[in-house]
C-alpha cells in the first residue's frame, strides 16, 4: 500500500486548506486511515481517523470543530478539511492507513508541511 499526502502551503491564521491522501490499492484492503502531525521539536500526534466502510471518524481534542476528515472511495482518497487555522497547526502532516481493526497504522505517506502564519 503506497500513500501519497498533497495540498499542504502556508496560510494565514484564520485560513482553510484542505489535505488530501491518495491510496495505491483498493480500500477493502484497509480498514481506517489516519492523519497526523508533528512539529519541530515535538512528537508526532494524532489528528483524525474515518473507517473506510462506515465513515466513522474520530478527533483529536484540539482539531474538533475545525478539522473534518472524509473519504471519497471511488478515488480511493481521504481529505482532511483544516478550517479556522492556529499557527499552533503548524506541522508536517502525515496520513496512515490501518489493515485491520487491531492492526498498527502500518502504512505511511511522505508528509505535507503546513505553515500557519500568525
Known amino acids: 500500500v503506497q500513500l501519497q499526502a498533497s495540498g499542504g502551503g502556508l496560510v494565514q491564521a484564520g485560513g482553510s486548506l484542505r489535505l488530501s491522501c491518495a491510496v495505491s490499492?483498493?480500500?477493502?484492503?484497509?480498514?481506517?486511515m489516519g492523519w497526523f502531525r508533528q512539529a519541530p521539536g515535538k512528537e508526532r500526534e494524532f489528528v483524525a481517523t474515518?473507517?473506510?466502510?462506515?465513515?466513522?471518524?474520530d478527533y483529536s481534542d484540539s482539531v474538533k470543530g475545525r478539522f473534518t476528515v472524509s473519504r471519497d472511495n471511488a478515488k480511493n482518497t481521504v481529505y482532511l478539511q483544516m478550517d479556522s487555522l492556529k499557527p499552533d497547526d503548524t506541522a508536517v502532516y502525515y496520513c496512515?492507513?490501518?489493515?485491520?481493526?487491531?492492526?498498527?497504522?502500518?502504512?505511511w505517506g511522505q508528509g505535507t508541511q503546513v505553515t500557519v502564519s500568525s
Open positions: 490499492e483498493r480500500t477493502f484492503s484497509i480498514y481506517s
Open positions: 496512515a492507513a490501518k489493515p485491520t481493526t487491531d492492526s498498527a497504522y502500518n502504512y
Open positions: 474515518i473507517t473506510w466502510t462506515d465513515g466513522g471518524t
